[in-house]
């Protein structure tokens, strides 16, 4: 009972046996939002609303909503930081099918659903009509025939088109409609400019307009289309010439150059060449991309009709960033992206679909990390992509919430210190100066055993700091912290320290093997059981290869069938875990006391009895020379003890009983019978030397 009844089964492990979150019926339940259904609106949102889970937590849960385009596989989601049933998507690709599914999120885990609707977004303004053209009709004086292309991203039915035009100096425009890509404009002055344009109109209203073009009403004068010559062409760039063949005046030209990346946009640039004739070099384009050109001429008459070239540049096409996006407070997203080095990228955002192609707010930079600054309250569409040296292709777009003032995530979340079963990690709160108790969820994420925990912490403090137990040495862990009402949440990955590397590792070498020895682990890792084991590996450095010799619960390692003229560095280390994900620290050993040849045990023989050649004959010469030093000592001790014997019996003396030497200089002295040696018996005259 270490914990009051309301806060079992909470989600919180509040006691250290975790005995208050076992047994719990939740763990069995599913949350499910019932009742989903949509509406859309004029301006092309969509709102969604639910029915809440019955005994879902309302105050520890929130919503997100899922959403993917009919065909496509991957779910893009939107976090609404809100545990409200109903949520809008202003993002949607408008006239699309979209599949779209909403999921509970509570602090222990989230709760998947398969459960989706099928809807349809309405219906966006169009893009303007393209390549539109102008001629005289020949048979009658006054008239203008029209033609253009449709717009390539229509964004619903185009229902009719809208064509205007306006005599030169009038302010005011006449207009006319068809259901067909081409018209005639009747009862026009003669001799006088005329300015048209079109654009297209779906049941969300009238698109853009196209560029306008100019025409005279000169009967009998035809106004040729330039001629466009590809002079050259790299991978970023074109070269290319334009000329008229007619009589008739040029003031210039205006080229534009279209390339698709995706299916969502045209992309198009547009050039004003003043001249009759002109070579022009577009750069800042991207290797083997497909490019159309179109131009048409200014003139004195009005504009010619228009001419159209193809080219591919050379060279490989870059890939596309990978971008991410994520929202850090009310008013800031952090984007990062992976891309080639050395450009430019162009960050683009907006808060709808149609916004984030036509008219985007954009920064610039060369790293591949940016924070930006947006609106509160609002849903962003983000894309990245370079931006120079070359137009490179965009990223996929990344939808992100901002997150709301009571929805903050706490702040500066960092390790102070960590070891082999601990972590200290301290953070700020998401306000300066929180005048009541702020409950946090602190959710350890266990990335090797792929297991989770939650714990629950109190505290007033504007600073926090909270030691999380019990962890695994060279585990790896994500820790995830966040407000008990499910605030966005700040999170961290943390490595323990591993076990420490095996004392003493020696090697003792035998004949055909070495022996490695090492002290254990246990001695001095309280966290280590025998029963878990060593591994060995091997570092051959002359083949630059390392082998993984085995395993072993002894504190020893045998060695064998190792090659001459190698050096290897053995290592030791606690059992790896999980595949080689948890591992302790290794302790190294370098060996190479081998000699050189082909084989060991050959080797070694060799080596035996080339000692043996040599000591043998020594011994054997020693052996000899002291067996005749020793024959020749005792002949000479014979030999020196019978003269000695024959000496002393010839100065024996039967009276005195002794026998008598003496030197030369003795001769004469008054105590001749003084005997020097003694001893010898009357019967056995006998010399003890």
Not at 263 to 273: K, W, Y
Not at 408 to 424: C, D, E, Q, W, Y
Not at 634 to 644: D, E, K
Request: proline content about 5%; charged content about 20%.
């Amino acid at each position: 009972a270490c914990i009051l009844l309301p806060e079992r089964c909470d989600g919180y492990l509040d006691c250290s046996d975790s005995s208050d979150e076992r047994n719990c019926t939740d763990d069995t339940i599913v949350y499910k939002v019932q009742n989903l259904q949509w509406t859309a609106d004029f301006s092309g949102d969509v709102t969604l609303t639910w029915a809440r889970p019955k005994r879902m937590s309302s105050s520890s849960c929130v919503y997100n909503i899922y959403y993917r385009m009919v065909g496509e596989s991957i779910w893009k989601v939107l976090e609404t930081h809100s545990n409200k049933t109903n949520g809008v998507l202003k993002v949607l690709k408008p006239d699309c099918s979209y599949q779209v599914k909403v999921q509970v999120q509570c602090l222990s885990r989230v709760y998947n659903t398969n459960d989706f609707i099928t809807l349809r977004a309405p219906e966006g303004l169009p893009d303007a009509p393209l390549n539109l053209q102008l001629s005289l009709k020949r048979e009658a004086e006054g008239v203008v025939l029209g033609w253009w292309s449709p717009p390539v991203n229509a964004h619903g039915l185009i229902r009719e088109f809208i064509v205007e035009y306006s005599s030169s100096g009038s302010k005011e425009w006449s207009s006319l409609r068809t259901t067909k890509n081409y018209t005639e404009i009747k009862n026009l002055q003669v001799n006088t400019l005329y300015t048209v344009r079109v654009a297209a109109v779906t049941s969300r209203g009238v698109g853009n307009w196209s560029e306008s073009k100019s025409i005279t009403t000169v009967k009998g004068k035809v106004i040729p289309p330039p001629v466009i010559h590809i002079e050259s062409y790299t991978e970023d760039s074109v070269s290319f010439s334009l000329k008229m063949t007619t009589n008739i005046k040029v003031s210039g030209y205006v080229v534009n150059i279209y390339w698709t990346f995706d299916s969502h946009r045209q992309e198009q640039r547009t050039l004003v060449i003043e001249g009759e004739k002109s070579i022009q070099k577009v750069a800042n384009l991207t290797a083997h991309t497909p490019y159309e050109i179109s131009a048409w001429a200014k003139t004195e008459l009005g504009d010619s009709p228009l001419s159209f070239v193809h080219v591919v540049t050379s060279g490989t096409r870059p890939v596309s960033p990978s971008l991410k996006a994520k929202a850090i407070n009310q008013t800031a997203v952090e984007c990062s992206w992976t891309g080639p080095r050395n450009v430019i990228y162009g960050i683009f955002y907006a808060t709808s679909f149609l916004e984030l192609y036509r008219s985007p707010h954009n920064s610039t930079t060369s790293a591949h990390n940016a924070t930006v600054l947006v609106q509160r309250d609002e849903q962003y569409l983000f894309l990245v992509r370079v931006v120079s040296p070359y137009q490179g292709p965009p990223s996929d777009s990344v939808v992100v919430k901002m997150i709301p003032d009571n929805r903050l995530p706490p702040r500066h979340l960092h390790a102070v210190r960590t070891g082999k079963t601990f972590a200290v990690i301290k953070w700020e709160s998401p306000y300066d100066s929180p005048d009541q108790d702020m409950l946090y969820a602190v959710a350890v994420k266990d990335l090797v055993r792929k297991t989770d925990k939650i714990y629950k912490v109190k505290s007033r403090n504007s600073t926090v700091e909270y030691t999380i137990k019990k962890l695994e040495p060279g585990g790896k862990y994500h820790v995830i912290v966040q407000l008990g009402n499910m605030s966005k949440e700040s999170s961290m990955k943390i490595n323990t320290v591993p076990l420490s590397a095996p004392d003493a590792l020696k090697i003792i070498t035998e004949n055909d093997h070495i022996l490695l020895f090492w002290k254990s682990l246990a001695l001095k890792e309280s966290n280590f059981n025998e029963s878990r084991g060593y591994e060995i590996h091997m570092f051959d450095s002359l083949m630059n290869i390392t082998a993984y010799l085995g395993n072993t619960t002894e504190n020893f390692f045998k060695v064998s069938n190792l090659k001459m003229g190698h050096n290897y560095s053995f290592s030791v280390q606690a059992r790896c875990l999980y595949g080689g994900q948890m591992c302790g620290e290794p302790a190294t050993l370098l060996y190479d006391e081998l000699g050189t040849g082909k084989d060991p045990l050959a080797t070694k023989s060799g080596q035996a009895t080339d000692v043996a050649a040599i000591v043998v004959p020594v011994l054997f010469l020693l052996l000899v020379t002291l067996g005749i030093g020793f024959v020749v000592l005792y002949m000479r001790h014979r030999r020196l003890q019978s003269s000695f014997t024959a000496f002393a019996n010839s100065h024996y003396s039967s009276r005195l009983g002794s026998a008598i030497f003496s030197s030369g200089d003795d001769l004469g002295d008054e105590d001749d019978e003084a005997p020097m040696i003694t001893g010898f018996s009357d019967d056995v005259p006998m010399v003890i030397a």
